[in-house]
């Protein structure tokens, strides 16, 4: 199965294109979030009666036939007042739930002070960045301090560097099954050495030949925070439904340290 997550722009030209998205796909359901403040909605419910009924941006002329579901977001609470007014009226921002899903994934594993460190000779490993190119020089400064996925991916698809040990590289991303996640945590330039810290089992490292690495980034809290008391997102009213607390009103209190 393929999930489409579309952008936020949902007035205008951007109704126009998500219209387009969807004939485009040709989706068997569509999920519509729902806000209780107008500006934050779409116009139209985006069923296929209303999709068929419209002019396509594109020329595409479809007649669809999918399911389609409408949700209300959540957290939205019913003493939230207006966009405007700093108070809990939705969800943070994208980058904030970014930090806060990550914080949430490395909480599980434990922390990454704790994670075993390897040094790995640059002659190892081929490295790749997945969601932009990156001059092959570059690589490591792009990598470095950043959540990398360790793959294993076939000899004959590296290029490796003929004239000397340095790191090797991919013509593009590979598509592979990952192994375990890491974290570099620091590069010898003069020893060619890249050390990286993860919880993944030795026999799986083993078969692990590439680092590739995205668009995440650890959160800043996470690299700079070292006082144990006082953790990011955390808060010390306990409430039946965490979702329920503001989050823009108790940071700005200072209960989200």
């Known amino acids: 199965p393929m999930i489409i997550n579309t952008m936020g722009w949902c007035q205008g030209l951007g109704l126009l294109m998500n219209a387009d998205i969807i004939r485009l796909s040709e989706p068997t359901t569509t999920v519509q979030i729902c806000s209780r403040f107008s500006k934050k909605n779409y116009p139209h419910s985006l069923s296929c009666d209303y999709i068929n009924s419209q002019r396509s941006y594109s020329k595409l002329n479809k007649n669809l036939l999918y399911t389609h579901l409408e949700f209300f977001a ?5 003493c939230a007042k207006d966009m405007r ?5 939705g969800i943070p921002k994208p980058e904030i739930l ?3 899903k990550t914080l949430s994934w490395f909480g599980r594993q434990g922390l990454i002070s704790d994670f075993p460190v ?4 640059f002659s190892k490993v081929c490295l790749n960045v ?3 190119e990156v001059p092959d020089r570059g690589l490591l400064a792009a990598l470095l301090h950043k959540p990398v996925d360790l793959c294993a991916v076939q000899e004959s698809l590296i290029r490796k560097c003929q004239d000397s040990d340095d790191y090797s590289i991919l013509d593009k991303s590979p598509v592979v099954e990952s192994i375990g996640i890491g974290v570099i945590r620091g590069v010898d330039s003069d020893a060619k050495m890249i050390y990286l810290a993860t919880n993944t089992s030795t026999d799986k490292l083993e078969n692990a030949n590439c680092l590739v690495g995205g668009s995440l980034d650890l959160p800043m809290s996470l690299i ?5 008391s006082s953790q990011p997102f955390t808060t010390s009213i306990s409430p039946p439904n965490p979702l329920h607390l503001p989050w ?4 700005k209190q200072g209960v989200f340290l």
């Open 130 to 132: 997945a969601h932009q």
């Open 248 to 251: 823009q009103k108790l940071h």
């Open 74 to 78: 959540v957290p939205e609470r019913k």
């Open 85 to 89: 007014s700093m108070d809990s009226w």
């Open 118 to 121: 390897y040094s790995i000779h």
């Open 224 to 228: 700079f925070n070292k006082n144990s």
């Open 98 to 100: 970014r930090e806060i």
